[in-house]
Nanobody, 117 residues
Framework: VQLQASGGGLVQAGGSLRLSCAAS????????MGWYRQAPGKQRELVAA???????NYADSVKGRFTISRDNAKNTVYLQMNSLRPEDTAVYYCNAGVSPYISGPYWGQGTQVTVSS
């Protein structure tokens, strides 16, 4: 499985960004796709994940601000990020696996999100 992420960038606090991640290669119909992030000096953490049938899991810190969605026909997952805060600054990684609560074995290359105050 190959994951190609895009959509990061620089935005002011309060702004919005949308990340996309397209999966290619052998991909089980029971897959979960999601987003993790890693800020400098911190551990990688779950942001949001979504099963193929729409079950979601969000980090408490992004609930109400971020929305994960997916297009199963395109094997693509999206992360709409609104009301961005400086603490959202991190490298965001796309992930694929079988659980929305723990990371799977497949990772994208990461995309930088920087929120200025």
């Amino acid at each position: 499985v190959q994951l190609q992420a895009s959509g990061g960038g620089l935005v002011q606090a309060g702004g919005s960004l949308r990340l996309s991640c397209a999966a290619s290669g052998s991909f089980s119909s029971s897959n979960v796709m999601g987003w993790y992030r890693q800020a400098p000096g911190k551990q990688r953490e779950l942001v949001a994940a979504m099963t193929r049938i729409g079950i979601t899991n969000y980090a408490d810190s992004v609930k109400g601000r971020f929305t994960i969605s997916r297009d199963n026909a395109k094997n693509t997952v999206y992360l709409q990020m609104n009301s961005l805060r400086p603490e959202d600054t991190a490298v965001y990684y796309c992930n694929a696996g079988v659980s929305p609560y723990i990371s799977g074995p497949y990772w994208g290359q990461g995309t930088q999100v920087t929120v200025s105050s």
